[in-house]
């Protein structure tokens, strides 16, 4: 796969299966780590990095990202820590890191003697260019990957990460005693998934006609400025015209409107005051009705 998705040869050796991705993220930050270590990452992003690293008593560094930069951390702005983490397509955002952005990231990382984990657990879901892996541009990286996403096997808990060979001992010690393996039925199903690819493309048909849909519908019911959504399944809004508080703001839209939005806070500990996050994994019916419903209730106000 990682031949055909990004002309990489990979030494299967380095494949660690995992429990998830969330799994993996454990994994990699007990092998990279020690308490009190600093792991940056860009904000708006994914909530369980933060909470994970705090539990293993790691220090989360927020980079505050910017519209113009597609919600993505600067090489030129990255913080002293011991650890970075990048996302891409990102959650929230959606945004895709482009191969030069990703080199000069991993470049600037190393330089300033950080350990990259690169979190590719939205590729295949991708609406312009395909999504560029860090192992293009490094072996000097930690990738997680999951069947939770583009082979849609959330509920099964199987998840991987490409360790570089220098770890690999270290990870496979640290997975026999914390996890010893992901449930073995699930490991079955999710290889047959890799031979499911046309079910997979066919998933992202429909994602790709709810984007358009979304693309459309969001700016008519008043919601103009969003980050360039251009892979994964989530549109993230600047909502900072309509209310400084996004849980009451997400709250009253859930009871008025009866459509379930997340608000920003979860990602951006400070800015999500202003912002939402829209998701579009469900049927094109549900989007189009939760478009219609988000109309009307926007209209209302
Ligand atoms: C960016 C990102 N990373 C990781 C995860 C966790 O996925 P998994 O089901 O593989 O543990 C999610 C889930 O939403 C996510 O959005």
Redesign the pocket.
Known sequence: MYRRWYGIDLDPARVVV????????ILAFSALFDAGNRVAMGFP??P??RQILRAMSLEPVGIETRPEDRYQPRPDALPDAQGLIL?SP??PSGTVLRLDEMRALTQAAAAKGMAVIS?E??HGLSYGDRCHSALEVTDEVFV??????YFSM?GW???WMIVPETHLRTVERLAQNLFICPPHASQVAALAALDCEDEAQANLAFYRENRRLMLEGLPKAGFTRIAPPEG?FYIYADVSDFTDNSLAFATEILDRAGVAVTPGLDFDPDRGARTLRFSYARATSDIAEGLRRLTEFMASR
Not at 144 to 149: G, I, M
């Open positions: 995992t429990s998830g991705s969330s799994g993996a993220f992003g994914y369980s990095y996302a990102g959650n979190d657990i939205y997680v990957n999951s069947f939770s996403k959330t808990r199987v998840g994964a």
